[in-house]
Nanobody
């Protein structure tokens, strides 16, 4: 099992930036993927971005492409989500999720069911 801890959320204004962190511990591997999802009240959990631990291959949701950047620090077992030009519709609880020791075909990397372990989430609120 991989333990995940998110941090960095907060209350910001439209156009501001935030950087979220996801620290992984436990049975981490050099392979696998870490993804960010978000969930707003009354809405389904939504894919945001994913990165592979090994090659650093990234995929983004269309809604955040060009504004958010996912990166990883393998030595620190930490994945970051740099969020720029934030909008009110980005407000949500942000979760990181881990899929370890597996290869995920690109077509399923945006599915919550592809991930085994989840963090508790961090709240991001963007005021208009």
């Amino acid at each position: 099992q991989v333990l995940l801890a998110e941090s960095g959320g907060g209350l910001v204004q439209t156009g501001d930036s935030l950087r979220l962190s996801c620290a992984a511990s436990g049975q981490t591997h050099t392979g696998g993927y870490i993804a960010w999802f978000r969930q707003a009240p009354g809405k389904e959990r939504q894919f945001v971005a994913v990165i592979s631990w090994g090659a650093g291959v990234t995929t983004y949701a269309d809604s955040v492409k060009g504004r958010f950047i996912i990166s990883r620090d393998n030595a620190a077992s930490t994945v970051y989500l740099q969020m720029n030009s934030l909008k009110p519709e980005d407000s949500a609880v942000y979760y990181c999720a881990s899929s370890t020791g597996q290869y995920l075909t690109p077509s399923i990397r945006d599915r919550a069911t592809s991930y085994d372990d989840w963090g508790q989430g961090t709240q991001v609120t963007v005021s208009a």
